[in-house]
Every structure is written in C-alpha cells, then in structure tokens.
C-alpha cells in the first residue's frame, strides 16, 4: 500500500513538473510572439548569372572548370570563329564597295557640275551674239530697205542692190544659226543640271549603302567578338556542363556565374504575420547547416503579391473550388554589414535558414 502511495506521489510529481514546465514555455513563447514574429520557411538568396551565348556554333575551348571563382571580365569559353571571319571579311569586301560607289557618285556630280558651267557659259556667249547679230540685222534691213527704193528710182545699180539683199539674207541666216546654238547650249546646260540632280541623289544612296554596310560590318565584328564568352560579374561558377566540339545555340542557358559577394535572406511569412512587421526591423537568422551560427539582419522590402500569384499556373478562387488556406508573403532581409565575413563566405543559395523579427 505504500509503495502504491509512493507510485502516486512520484507519477503526480512528473505529471507536476510537465505541466509547470509546459506552462512556463508556453508563457514563454505567448510572450515572446507578443515581440516577435519567426518562420522557418526562409532561404539564403543570391545573384545567379545565367551563362547564355550569343551567337551559336561550336565550343572550341572551355577555360574553366565546375565551381571555379572567376573575375568579371575573365574568359570562360571560346566558339569556333572561322565562320564569323568569313562574314566579318564580307561585310568589309561591301564596305569597301560601297565607299568606292559613294566616291564614282561624288566624282559625277562634280563633271556634271562642270559640264553645266560650261553649258551654261556657252548659252551666255550666245546669247550675247544675238544681240550683236539682231543690231546687225537691223542695220542690213535698214540698208536693204535704202537701196530698194533708190533701186526703184533707178539711182543704184541692180548689183548694188542684190548686194544689200544677201547682206540682209545674210544677218537673218546668222541670226537664226545663233537662236539654234543657245537652244542646244541650253538643252546641254538643263541636261548637265538634271544629271547633276541625279548624280545627288545617287550619293544619297551611296552614302545610304555605305552607312548600312558599315552596319553590317559593326554586327559581324559584333558576332565574332561574341565567341569568346566572358565573366559578366565576379563571382563562383556552378557545374560547367559543357565540353569542346559540343554544339551550343544563342540564347540557350549553359551554366550559371553566382555572385558570392551579395546575399540575402527570403522569409516566406503567413499572411496573418505581417499586422506588425515593418521596414527596417532587426532579424535573428539561425542557418540549418550551420549549428550555432546565428547572422544579423534587417527587412528591407516586402513582394508586392503572394508566392502563389508568382506560380506558373496561379490557383484561380473563382472556379467553385475555393478552400481557404492562409497565404504567404516573401519579406526580403538584408545582412547586416556587422555580420563576420567568414561566416557571410560559408552561405550558398537556397540553404534553409530560420528567421525572428523583433516587432519592437
């Protein structure tokens, strides 16, 4: 009977003892939610440089290997350049035909142009003589017109006057051959200037086809350059998939360049965490992978929707299917400066982390 009294005791002492401490932390944790807010659905985050070529063809010669740092800049890969000085050497073969097209239509405009003077000098001297041979025909009209009336009253002789009707004859032909030289000096001075027109417009083009051809020039070099792939950033490869003689397309993604000098934590909270959390709030972060260590930080921004709106197929609450579950919000955390910075170097992407966010 007694034993069975000491059982009792002993089993009411446990059952005491569990509950005390079941109420001193669960008084503990009340409490400290009243200040704090924590989740464990957090990840370390970094910049991840996809490696993606621009122009495709075949790897000639990789230069790095898997998990490799590298510095901006430095060479990760060559593609094979044969082709691409192939077109480089066209593009600049219609460079160099387009430059000489460009000064053939210079040339012209400067022999129309000259052409034109010459025309237009000629219509002047022209047109000079006329006036000289209308005076002229004036005068041999007037002589004519003398000598046929003494002609008519017997005081000149027949030679006489047949003298002063070819001098009349004469003026009118001259007179006329002239009015037929400026019409054809004017004919070539209007054509000089019309070809001289044209001959503009064919430097436009020229200079057109020089300017595109200098485009094509510009893109070939661009694509040959682009065969040797660099280091966009500083930072530390991933797993470098790829070897020499493997086919590559631009636009396709090979491996990824981490920046390893910039982190930061993501948190996914519960929608009903939020009420009290604000911008500049202190952060505990405890790493999984790293008992013990425990890193500063502060909440710098909030996403502006749900992880669930960001999903490749977003749940639609219209379909009649609705079932509310609690949502959550990613809060983004910057590391603290006062972090030490070998720890900061032990963090990869994507590793679990818990966080608390001190409310006060």
Known sequence: MEQKKKTNKKFIMIISTLVGIGLIYGGYKYFHS?????????????????????????????????????????????????????????????????????????????????NAAASNAQVNTAT??????????????????????????????????????????????????????EKASASQRNAAESQTEISEKQVSVAEANLKSAQAAVDAAQ??????????????????????????????????????????????????TQLDKMELGQKVEI????????????????????????FSLLPPDNATGNFVKTVQRVPVKIDLSKSNDPEKLKKLRSGMNVEVDVHLN
Do not use: C
């Open 286 to 309: 405890d790493v999984d992978a790293y008992p013990g260590m425990e890193l500063e930080g502060t909440v710098s921004a909030f996403s502006p929707a749900t992880g669930a709106r």
């Open 128 to 181: 000079q003589s006329i006036e000289n041979a209308k005076i002229g025909l004036w005068r041999a009209e007037n002589d004519y017109k003398r000598f046929k009336n003494l002609y008519k009253n017997h005081s000149i002789t027949e030679q006489q006057y047949e003298q002063a009707l070819a001098a009349k004859q004469q003026a009118e032909k001259n007179l006329e051959i002239l009015k037929n030289q």
């Open 34 to 114: 009243l200040s704090h807010e924590e989740t464990d659905d957090a990840q370390i985050e970094a910049n991840m440089s996809a490696i993606i070529p621009h122009v495709g063809g075949y790897v000639e010669k990789v230069f790095v290997e898997d998990n490799e740092k590298v510095q901006k800049g430095d060479t990760l890969f060559i593609i094979d350049d044969r082709d691409y000085n192939v077109q480089l050497q066209k593009a600049m073969a219609s460079l160099a035909a387009a430059e000489s097209q460009l000064n053939v239509a210079k040339a012209s405009i400067g022999s129309y142009q000259a």
């Open 222 to 271: 661009l694509n040959l350059d682009y065969t040797v792939v660099t280091a966009p950033i500083d930072g530390q490869l991933s797993e470098v998939d790829i070897q020499p003689g493997q086919f590559v397309q631009p636009g396709q993604a090979l491996f990824y360049l981490v920046n390893t000098d910039k982190k930061w934590v993501v948190a996914n909270f519960k929608e």
